[in-house]
């Protein structure tokens, strides 16, 4: 039975880009089959912003088993919407155990009705390689995933399921405070190479928790998320976290990540 489904709200959070390339293919499929798709950026958006009719998408990636503090918060402040349809769609390089079924649990709380849960592999993030083969056919194999389950949802053939308890207690301690509190000291490892930096300002610009600031060389605060689009974007590879440079990989660009519409922008 295929799920009614005419417009799709699609509030997205993409660190080095994984998400939103999955985004952009599941898009691209509502989009041929003749549905309206807008995108926002989540950490541009607040709950005002949900609408009251159409369809509900949530992109995130998975970080520490569940996900980042501005996209947990941003989930917690979801208005109470009863009948909504929602689906969610994360990225991730191995597993989670603290988002999937806790989120559906939340939503169906405030009054949604969930269509479907999806987990996607993609490239990690943390491990500094460069683009190559296998990094493209994983992100093929990603696309090809997305893609499908697109094509799931509007035939009605998607699951959100829930495995009560476990998933809960991993939800409570990867959203925990005292874990991103730690987290967010991994900006003392981040260093600047001086001689490479072009003071562009990319980086403040790129980063969703305001953290950055330009004196004149990128200074980091200590609410770093550890999402990666600093040292993933930068033009000049003027960043390295521990020592280590991590090399683009994938196609997506700071425009288009910057472009995305969000409600403060008049298009």
């Known amino acids: 039975m295929k ?23 599941m898009s691209g499929i509502f989009r041929s089959e003749g549905i309206d798709v807008q995108l926002h950026r989540i950490e541009k958006s607040t ?21 980042f503090p501005l996209v947990t918060n941003f989930l917690k402040s979801l208005p109470k919407i009863e009948g909504k349809k929602v689906f969610m769609v ?16 939340m939503l169906e709380d405030k009054g949604y009705i969930t269509l ?3 987990e996607i592999i993609m490239p990690n993030n943390y491990t500094p390689k460069q683009f190559g083969p296998e990094t493209e056919e994983l992100i093929k194999h990603g696309i090809k995933t997305a893609e499908k389950y697109a094509l799931d949802l509007i035939e009605g053939q998607t699951e959100w399921n829930r495995i009560p308890v476990i998933s809960d207690i991993f939800n ?26 072009t003071r562009c300002g990319l980086c403040k610009d790129l980063c969703p928790v305001n953290n950055i600031s330009l004196e004149p060389f990128p200074i980091y605060a200590e609410k770093c998320q550890q999402c990666m689009r600093c040292i993933n974007f930068c033009p000049n590879d003027s960043i390295s ?11 997506i660009k700071p425009k288009d990540l910057l472009n995305i519409h969000n409600p403060e922008v008049q298009e």
């Not at 799920?3 to 293919?25: M, Q, R, S």
């Not at 991730?92 to 559906?104: C, D, Q, R």
Request: charged content about 20%.
């Open 47 to 67: 709950p005002e912003d949900i609408p009251g009719s159409g369809t509900l998408g949530l992109a995130f990636p998975v970080a520490a088993q569940a996900t």
């Open 241 to 251: 976290y521990k020592g280590k440079k991590y090399p683009k990989i994938n196609s």
């Open 172 to 197: 409570s301690f990867a959203t925990s405070q005292r874990v991103w509190k730690q987290v967010s000291k991994v900006v003392k490892s981040f260093a600047i190479d001086q001689n490479k930096c």
């Open 3 to 25: 799920n009614k489904i005419e417009k799709i709200d699609f509030f997205v959070f993409t660190g080095t880009g994984n998400t939103l390339l999955v985004v952009n293919a």
């Open 116 to 118: 479907g849960a999806k």
């Open 90 to 105: 994360d990225t991730l390089a191995t597993f989670s155990g603290a988002i999937v079924g806790p989120l559906k649990k």
